[in-house]
């Protein structure tokens, strides 16, 4: 994701975030590496709620944002189902073994099962 965000910045028609992120910065020329680690952190912030520091300036960027944000939308989605099914699974498989335990106790309760005998 962090290579096409960049891609998109320095490959368009239109200018686009490198160019518009340079001028609020007020540098001549954007080095490689800080132009691909804000690359990298634009990217993984669409995944937690996006960034206001770096935004899409052309027609090109911004559709590529909505689809990554539409992505990470449903990553969230699918992560979240994931969890609550384990979960859901994990209660399923303890509820059913403490009701056979419940009944156990019951049972040598109703059948004057000592406790020393019924601990073993």
Same mark, same amino acid.
């Given at each position: 994701?962090?290579?096409?965000? %960049? !891609?998109? !910045?320095?490959?368009? =028609?239109? =200018? !686009?975030?490198?160019?518009?992120?340079?001028? @609020?910065?007020?540098?001549?020329?954007?080095? +490689?590496?800080?132009? %691909?680690?804000?690359?990298?952190?634009?990217?993984?912030?669409?995944?937690?709620?996006?960034?206001?520091?770096? /935004?899409?300036? $052309?027609?090109? @960027? /911004?559709?590529?944002?909505?689809?990554?944000? +539409?992505?990470?939308? &449903?990553?969230? #989605?699918?992560?979240?189902?994931? &969890?609550?099914?384990?979960?859901? /699974?994990?209660?399923?498989?303890?509820?059913?073994?403490?009701?056979?335990?419940? #009944? +156990?106790?019951?049972?040598?309760?109703? $059948? !004057? *099962?000592? *406790?020393? +005998?019924?601990?073993?």
């Amino acid at each position: 994701v962090a290579c096409c965000w %960049y !891609g998109l !910045g320095v490959g368009t =028609p239109d =200018p !686009g975030w490198v160019e518009a992120h340079k001028t @609020e910065m007020g540098m001549e020329k954007m080095d +490689l590496s800080y132009a %691909y680690i804000t690359s990298l952190h634009w990217s993984l912030s669409q995944f937690t709620g996006g960034m206001d520091e770096v /935004r899409p300036q $052309n027609i090109y @960027e /911004r559709i590529f944002a909505v689809a990554i944000f +539409l992505l990470a939308f &449903v990553a969230a #989605a699918v992560f979240v189902s994931a &969890v609550t099914s384990s979960m859901t /699974r994990l209660h399923i498989l303890t509820s059913g073994k403490s009701k056979q335990l419940s #009944a +156990l106790r019951w049972y040598l309760q109703e $059948n !004057g *099962v000592t *406790v020393a +005998l019924s601990s073993r």
